[in-house]
C-alpha cells in the first residue's frame, strides 16, 4: 500500500498524527532499540545510523557519543573514531528546466524532462576546531569511514553500503590532517571542517581498507559482499597515478621530487603532468612496488614539504617523526 492508499495529503490533521507515528515515534522507538545494543547514541540521523552499523560490523561498542567523544570502544583502552557520509538522498536538478529533483524521481516533475544532473558531492567532515582538538587528531587508533552511495548515480534501484577502516598512523592519514590545519584551515575565514571526499586521491592515499560492504535492493533484499570474519579486508583504491593527474595538490614540483627518489630525472618545464605521471607509473610497475608503498611514498612527497618544519605540538611531533622515520627507511633502499 502506497502513501496516495492511505489518504496521506498535505493540510490533514490526520496525516499529521502519522507523519509523527512513522518518522517520530516509531523511529525514534526503534533507535532507542538499537543504541542498547551498540551503545551508540540514540539520536535518529543518518550520520548516527553509521555509528550503529560500524558497531555492529566490527563488534566493538560506541561510548554513546554523538558529534563529539569516543565514537567506538576497543580494547586496551584505545577507541576510534566513525565518520558517515551519506549520498543516497542527495538532490539533483533537471538541465531542462532547473526544477530540484529527488533521487527517486526518472524525471523532472516540473517539465518531464529525463535529463538530470545528478549530484554524490557529499563528503566525510573532520573538523579540527583549536589547537587542543589538533593535537588529539591521532589519537584514534582508527578512523572507521561509512558510506551509503549508488552503485550506478543515475539509477536509484540499488544503495551500496561500505565501510573502510583508516589506521590514524598511515602517512596519507597523519600528513594530510597536519596540513590541512596548518596550511588550509589556517588561511581559511570560514575554518570549515576538513572535506574527505570518497574514491579521489586523498582519501586513496590514506590506505582504507573496505572492511564491510552490502548492496540493498529496490525490494528491499540485502546482499552483504564483505563481512570481518568471513572475508578478508579488501585494499585496492589506488589507482594507476596518470588518473591523478587533476589533482591541483599533486604539483609538478611534487612529481618531479617523486621521480628523482626514483631514479627518474623529469624535466618540468617540457614534461605535462599526465605524461610525467606516466613515466613515473612505468617505473614503479618495473620495480613491482606494492600498493602501500606507493601511497606512503606519494603522500610524503605531496605533504611533507609543507609541514616538515612546522611547529607542533611535542606528542604529535613525535608521531609524525615516527612515520617519517619509516618512510626515509623505504626511500633508502629504493
Request: aromatic share 8%; proline share 4%; with cysteine.
Amino acid at each position: 500500500m502506497t502513501m496516495g492508499d492511505k489518504g496521506h495529503q498535505l493540510g490533514d490533521l490526520g496525516t499529521s498524527e502519522h507523519l509523527i507515528k512513522d518518522l517520530y515515534i516509531d523511529l525514534r522507538k526503534r533507535v532507542n532499540e538499537w543504541a542498547e545494543i551498540t551503545k551508540q547514541t540514540a539520536q535518529a540521523r543518518m550520520g548516527y545510523i553509521g555509528q550503529h552499523l560500524v558497531s555492529v560490523v566490527t563488534g566493538f561498542p560506541g561510548g554513546k557519543s554523538g558529534a563529539r567523544g569516543r565514537d567506538l570502544i576497543l580494547p586496551n583502552g584505545e577507541f576510534a573514531e566513525i565518520k558517515t557520509c551519506y549520498r543516497v538522498d542527495q538532490l539533483s536538478r533537471c538541465n531542462a528546466c532547473g526544477a530540484v529533483i529527488a533521487s527517486i524521481e526518472q524525471s523532472c516533475p516540473s517539465c518531464g524532462a529525463t535529463d538530470i544532473r545528478r549530484n554524490e558531492d557529499s563528503k566525510w567532515l573532520i573538523g579540527i576546531r583549536n589547537d587542543a582538538e589538533f593535537e588529539e587528531i591521532l589519537n584514534p587508533v582508527y578512523y572507521y569511514l561509512a558510506l551509503f552511495d549508488f552503485v550506478d548515480v543515475n539509477d536509484p534501484n540499488t544503495i551500496r553500503a561500505s565501510i573502510w577502516k583508516v589506521d590514524s598512523s598511515s602517512p596519507g592519514f597523519a600528513y594530510c590532517m597536519v596540513d590541512y590545519y596548518l596550511n588550509i584551515r589556517a588561511k581559511s575565514l570560514s575554518k570549515a571542517p576538513f572535506n574527505l571526499w570518497p574514491y579521489q586521491l586523498k582519501f586513496d592515499l590514506m590506505k582504507p581498507k573496505l572492511i564491510y560492504r552490502s548492496l540493498i535492493k529496490a525490494d528491499d533484499i540485502i546482499h552483504t559482499e564483505v563481512f570481518p570474519g568471513r572475508d578478508k579486508a579488501q585494499f585496492g583504491n589506488l589507482k594507476p597515478l596518470p588518473e591523478y593527474s587533476g589533482s591541483l595538490n599533486l604539483t609538478m614540483g611534487k612529481i618531479v621530487d617523486l621521480g628523482r627518489a626514483l631514479g627518474i630525472t623529469l624535466d618540468s618545464t617540457k614534461t605535462k603532468k599526465k605524461d610525467a605521471l606516466n613515466v613515473v607509473q612505468k617505473e614503479i610497475d618495473k620495480r613491482h612496488l606494492p600498493e602501500p608503498t606507493i601511497a606512503d611514498l606519494v603522500s610524503f612527497f605531496l605533504y611533507y614539504s609543507d609541514i616538515s618544519e612546522a611547529s607542533l605540538p611535542d606528542k604529535l611531533r613525535s608521531k609524525l617523526d615516527s612515520i617519517t622515520a619509516k618512510i626515509q627507511t623505504v626511500l633508502k633502499a629504493l
